[in-house]
């Protein structure tokens, strides 16, 4: 049984960081690809980024690039999404899931619950 636990999240101003971390139990986590997604009220969940297996390639959405960083520790079956220069727009439930590096939810097979992510002007 795969699962995915994500952590981190919590209240910030405008222009302060957030790491988020996402263990993963279950499967042989360094043979999958990870993804970040996110989902604001009212609207469709959004790529953030994404990393291959061995953590050697990452994908990032423009509306994140240059500010957010996905990593990952295979030892610790962990990935990590640290965020900086947050921005209120960037608030949000954000999801890690596995399977894929693709841009779109459907490409991927499981999913955490979530962590909400809360930016403040």
């Known amino acids: 049984q795969v699962q995915l636990v994500e952590s981190g999240g919590g209240l910030v101003q405008a222009g302060n960081s957030l790491r988020l971390s996402c263990v993963g139990s279950?499967?042989?986590?360094?043979?999958?690809?990870m993804g970040w997604f996110r989902q604001a009220p009212g609207k469709e969940r959004a790529f953030v980024a994404a990393?291959?297996?061995?953590?050697?390639?990452?994908y990032y959405a423009d509306s994140v690039k240059g500010r957010f960083t996905i990593s990952r520790d295979n030892a610790k079956n962990t990935v990590y999404l640290q965020m900086n220069s947050l921005k209120p727009e960037d608030t949000a439930i954000y999801y890690c899931?596995?399977?894929?590096?693709?841009?779109?939810?459907?490409?991927?097979?499981?999913w955490g619950q979530g962590t909400q992510v809360t930016v403040s002007s």
């Open positions: 899931a596995t399977g894929s590096t693709l841009p779109t939810p459907r490409a991927y097979d499981y």
């Open positions: 279950g499967r042989t986590f360094s043979r999958y690809a």
């Open positions: 990393i291959t297996g061995s953590g050697g390639t990452t």
